[in-house]
């Protein structure tokens, strides 16, 4: 399917060439924020003594990709995780600064962590569908939010499978076990599942990393329709991947934020001697 | 037929003669360094071993299933009955040189009890003998006898004898002679209408006796329940002194309760009593094999055949009718003879009571110690406790059931709900009955599910557990809708270990609730249906009972093989049920991880 023509593109089917990352990036100044996703002088501790992110400010625009890049244990993911604070579930961690979410911190004691995590969806590096049936893994986070009303769950599973470019696939079996999908077909599901809800944000933990090529591209033209929608934020190992499916590149090293530009700037035109080692492939 | 010492030794030497042969092969093989031998696997004699240990372990378990499954079994086959004559020179059996019963084994006379003629004689029959079940216990006084072989002139198999059951004094094994009716008429056995006659009566007697069943059990029964509850209202309101108005009304109405329910009661006990005395019309006339004539009524008789006159079917026949009689008749005769229904029936709703107990209990605290607690040095003791409570001796936990169950907790209940029992000295949940027998099995296997449960949830992946978060399930909820459905199967393995320890344990429920003999089921048609309070039989207490307990040891061995039969079945039928629905489950909550 052919990501240009697709019918939610605001201009489908004027285009005759395929467009340039820059240019299919969503425009701040549209009304979409360049803030969305603020961190502010954050750092991260694990066994409150052991910092693994130092003092990270950086801003996350509306309805763009921005991929997270750097090494190995360079604390990428564990700022991921912290956006929609899942990593609380390891005990004795402590954090300083603070995520702001459209102005709001996502450590106010008034907000429940619950009602956060519903406006936030993840996808996992390994895809972990629920032991259940296709139509019933997408329709779980309705079920816990107490909406079981099945026109609306009915709507909800055709919705998330055609955004998620699953449907055609899987519209005939929905109340099949989920295991019976292949490995990429897995790894959608699971990206129906987070869409499901309609969040804000999504969050994406090297979601190709355990996939074939095929698999993956069909995940990255899934990300390009998707961000029409969403804010995404990806992290990811594999740079070509970044090059093509993110807006801006943050690049990461040691729990530091070294660079943080538009996708191509930091590619082509790197400002940090590190990024350009670790873009030009000498370290990582 | 029972396994000899030397049946034993003979075989255990074999099979330690086997694998020793087969060991030193391997050992010595492996010592011949030829070129070819690098490419042997090293460890092989390992595997062997383990593989040895295994066979042994199985080898005895199918022998004894085996040995339990060949003497359960053929206690219900039915078997022919001999006629044995005794030589001219030889003491006959209570003056008579004949006697008939069936030949139930036949060994060597043990060397302690041989005479000295015995000793020396050349002829080897005289130091066997025969185990004979004479029955007619009524005039015999006892049922079972020895006679050597040495004293035999012959056996023969008459026709004419029949083996019949009886409603007491145990079986009876005779020659008929005539059937006496109400109106004097007899028809004698040579009449080719007699068995006919016979057959049709004796069913006749067995349907007026359920008849009377139905009567004093099904509508006596709550008449009595009701009259005794009334009668302790009037005992009770009768020692008040002195009374309020409102108990004077109350014992009014007592009184006139119970005058209504006498009312009701006796037509019904008129109408048993026809019965009754309705089974006592007919009698049969007959000769036991000793020669001594005897008559009784046939309203004594249960069932009868004629034992040399069996042709295949008919035994398979009477086997399939044995079987069904044991598993649902109720039992006569100190245990001893009849059926066990009220011993199954009371196995299997402990049973399930037990596991209905431990279930959630057990469950719950797993979920607790595994998903909720902070995991520190207190969780871990508490774990420990836990892991050694599976080890205390059970009759420890009758006694602590026994205790605080029984005593505590009854005796408080007593108190605050049935104050009148307490007054008068019956206690009503203050003594062992179901219910604390099922919590007492419930606290032993508890341990058990816990173990099983947290293994199971410990299995649960964690990615299946973000990804529930990640959708904003609080953790109850990741736990209700996918952890604990995932751990299903491995619940059920718990619950199927815990049912088959709680199954065989009869130390803890002597103290807590079972009883040799009960008057009543657990579950029967009165309000509130299941009764808590009150006692119960069990599989395990009964042979117990049988084996140690009953005044005839031979009578009863055949139905200890049979009871413990039964036991086993129940057991493997209860695991097997559980494993279904464990295999069911597992397709459907198969998780990709595995």
């Not at chain 2, 086997?319 to 245990?335: K, T, V």
């Amino acid at each position: 399917m052919n990501v240009m023509e697709h019918p939610d593109r605001p201009s489908a089917g004027n285009n005759t060439r395929p467009l340039t990352v820059a240019e299919s990036t969503g425009r701040p100044g549209q009304g979409y924020k360049s803030d969305y996703i603020a961190i502010r002088d954050y750092s991260f501790f694990y066994g409150g003594t052991a910092q693994v992110l130092f003092n990270l400010t950086m801003d996350i625009p509306e309805r763009q990709v921005t991929a997270f890049i750097g090494p190995s244990g360079c604390g990428k993911s564990t700022l991921l995780r912290n956006i929609n604070r899942m990593n609380d579930l390891i005990p004795g961690i402590r954090h300083e600064g603070d995520i702001l979410i459209d102005g709001n911190s996502v450590y106010d004691p008034l907000l429940e962590v619950i009602s956060l995590r519903k406006r936030i969806g993840m996808v996992f590096q390994k895809s972990n569908p629920f032991p259940k049936s296709i139509y019933e893994n997408i329709v779980y986070s309705l079920r816990v939010a107490g909406r079981s009303k099945k026109s609306e769950l009915d709507e909800t599973v055709e919705r998330s499978l055609k955004g998620a470019a699953l449907w055609d696939e899987v519209k005939d079996r929905l109340h099949e076990s989920a295991f019976g999908l292949s490995g990429g077909q897995m790894q959608r599901l699971c990206i129906a599942r987070a869409i499901a809800n309609r969040p804000e944000i999504i969050l994406m933990d090297e979601p190709c990393s355990a996939l074939d090529p095929i698999a993956t591209g069909k995940i990255e033209d899934l990300i390009h329709q998707l961000k029409e929608e969403y804010t995404i934020v990806i992290v990811t190992h594999n740079m070509q991947q970044a090059t093509r499916v993110s807006d801006r590149t943050a690049f990461f090293y040691l729990g530091k934020l070294i660079e943080y530009n538009e996708t191509e700037a930091v590619f082509m035109n790197p400002q940090n001697p590190q990024t350009e080692a670790y873009v030009s492939g000498r370290f990582g | 037929m029972q396994w000899s010492k030397s049946d034993a030794i003979i075989v255990s030497e074999t099979w330690i003669h086997i694998f020793l042969v087969r060991i030193l092969e391997l050992i010595f093989m492996n010592s011949n360094r030829t070129k070819s031998s690098q490419d042997r696997p090293s460890g092989e004699i390992y595997v062997w071993l383990t593989a040895m240990g295994l066979a042994i372990g199985l080898l005895m378990i199918i022998s004894l299933l085996g040995l339990i499954l060949k003497n359960g079994v053929a206690v219900f086959w039915p078997k022919p009955v001999a006629e044995i004559t005794f030589r001219e020179e030889a003491p006959g059996y209570r003056g008579s040189r004949t006697v008939a019963g069936v030949i139930t084994q036949e060994k060597n006379i043990d060397i302690r009890d041989l005479t000295p003629e015995q000793l020396t004689a050349s002829d080897p029959a005289v130091r066997r003998e025969k185990q004979l079940f004479m029955g007619n216990r009524d005039r015999y006084g006892e049922s079972f006898a020895f006679f050597t072989l040495g004293d035999i002139e012959k056996v023969e198999y008459p026709a004419g004898l029949i083996h019949a059951e009886r409603m007491e004094w145990g079986d009876g094994i005779f020659y008929p002679l005539a059937i006496e009716r109400a109106d004097g008429s007899r028809i004698t056995v040579e009449d080719p209408q007699f068995d006919t006659t016979l057959r049709a009566l004796v069913n006749e007697v067995g349907e007026r006796r359920e008849r009377i069943n139905e009567i004093e059990r099904g509508k006596i029964g709550p008449i009595n329940a009701q009259l005794r509850a009334a009668e302790m209202d009037e005992r009770y309101l009768v020692r008040q002194d002195p009374r309020t108005p409102q108990q004077e009304q109350q014992l009014a109405e007592a009184r006139q309760r119970i005058a209504t329910l006498m009312g009701d009661y006796r037509p019904l006990a008129a109408r048993a009593q026809e019965l009754r005395a309705e089974q006592r019309l007919d009698r049969l006339h007959y000769r036991l094999p000793t020669g001594e004539a005897q008559s009784q009524v046939l309203g004594e008789f249960v069932h009868y055949y004629w034992p040399n006159q069996l042709s295949l079917w008919d035994k398979v026949q009477l086997f399939f009718y044995h079987i069904w009689e044991f598993l649902s008749g109720f039992p006569r005769e100190a245990n001893t003879e009849g059926g066990i229904f009220p011993a199954i029936f009371g196995t299997f709703v402990m049973t399930l009571l037990m596991s209905l107990a431990v279930t959630p209990f057990g469950v719950l605290a797993a979920i607790y110690l595994r998903e909720y607690a902070k995991q520190g040095l207190f969780v871990r003791a508490v774990r420990i406790a836990i892991n050694n409570l599976a080890g205390v001796p059970s009759i420890v936990f009758g006694i602590f059931g026994l205790g605080f169950f029984v005593y505590f907790l009854g005796g408080n209940i007593d108190q605050l709900f049935f104050p009148r029992s307490v007054e008068l000295g019956v206690p009503t949940f203050g003594t062992g009955g179901v219910l604390w027998a099922s919590l007492t099995l419930a606290l032993m296997t508890v341990p058990v599910v816990i173990v099983a449960t947290e293994e199971a949830l410990a299995a649960v992946s964690r990615g299946v557990r973000e990804g529930a978060l990640a959708c904003g399930a609080s953790k109850w909820q990741t736990i209700r809708t996918l952890v604990l459905p995932a751990s299903a199967p491995g619940i059920l393995t718990g619950l199927v270990l815990a049912m088959a320890r709680g199954a065989g344990e009869v130390a803890p429920l002597m103290l807590v609730g079972v009883v040799a003999l009960a008057p009543n089921l657990p579950i029967d048609g009165l309000f509130p249906f299941i009764h808590f309070e009150r006692k119960f039989m069990h599989l395990g207490f009964h042979i117990y009972d049988l084996g140690f307990q009953s005044p005839d040891s031979e009578a009863a061995r055949p139905m200890v093989f049979a009871t413990t039969l039964v036991l086993i079945l129940l057991v493997i039928i209860l695991n097997l049920g559980a494993i279904l629905i464990r295999n069911r489950l597992r397709r459907k909550y198969l998780s990709s991880a595995f």
